[in-house]
């Protein structure tokens, strides 16, 4: 059976936890997402101990920011660790983009395009042009010219930025929650079935597994039901 097009964020408090949900994760999901709070406090160890033996896709979601140099020797230093993807931020610039691009040359670039905790008025606050949809579409399309090939916005984007984009452009959703999941500090949010039915490529899903009795059970759930709705 093939595992869901869902990245499982291990926002774990130790590196026994993210290993074992990573374990019980695996036989139903594609991916699992290594985030910068768990990836800060064990560095490189972290991604051995998630990908284990099954040899799942690593998503490595550092959302780097920084001058192009600087994100160059970042993307750099971290493609030696063989992830699948590798987040930067679209605000970072095209410049910032490519560099990361050229620099791990066998990892996939996600631009992260507005932070799904954003609502609008945070927009005009940082002097983002808004509407969300809007900046969103506008930084996707910076992102991709630049170089990258995978994208990263809410659900409620998704099918604008796929309109935007075309479908050779991998887009990942965070802000997934299954019906009668809590939002927590997402925003803009929707369920897996319609994320993927607007356009989405990979779904990012955590507290709603991770937070489960069994993580496991959890996520073979969702698989299911994404599985039906296709």
Not at 8 to 30: F, G, I, K, Q, Y
Not at 98 to 119: D, F
Not at 141 to 155: D, I, N, R, Y
Request: aromatic content about 2%.
């Amino acid at each position: 059976m093939t595992p869901a097009p869902i990245a499982v964020a291990l926002d774990a408090p130790d590196l026994e936890t993210a290993a074992r949900w990573a374990a019980l994760v695996t036989p139903h999901v594609s991916t699992v997402k290594v985030g910068l709070e768990l990836y800060l406090r064990y560095g490189p160890d972290v991604i051995a101990s998630v990908r284990g033996a099954s040899g799942v896709r690593v998503f490595l979601d550092l959302k780097l920011h920084d001058i192009p140099n600087t994100v160059a020797g970042a993307a750099r230093a971290v493609a030696r660790l063989r992830p699948s993807i590798l987040t930067v931020h679209a605000a970072g610039g095209p410049a910032m983009i490519r560099a990361a691009v050229e620099a791990a040359p066998h990892t996939r670039i996600a631009a992260v395009t507005v932070l799904t905790s954003l609502t609008e008025g945070d927009l005009e606050r940082i002097g983002l042009a808004g509407p969300a949809d809007a900046a969103v579409r506008r930084l996707a399309a910076l992102s991709v010219e630049a170089g990258a090939t995978a994208l990263v916005c809410s659900p409620n984007e998704v099918s604008a930025v796929r309109a935007e984009v075309g479908e050779e452009i991998t887009l990942i959703t965070p802000g997934v929650r299954p019906t009668g999941a809590a939002t927590q500090d997402q925003m803009r949010v929707a369920t897996p079935e319609q994320a993927l039915a607007d356009g989405a490529d990979l779904l990012v899903i955590g507290r709603p597994i991770t937070g489960a009795a069994d993580p496991g059970a959890a996520a073979a759930a969702i698989a299911a039901s994404l599985r039906r709705a296709t």
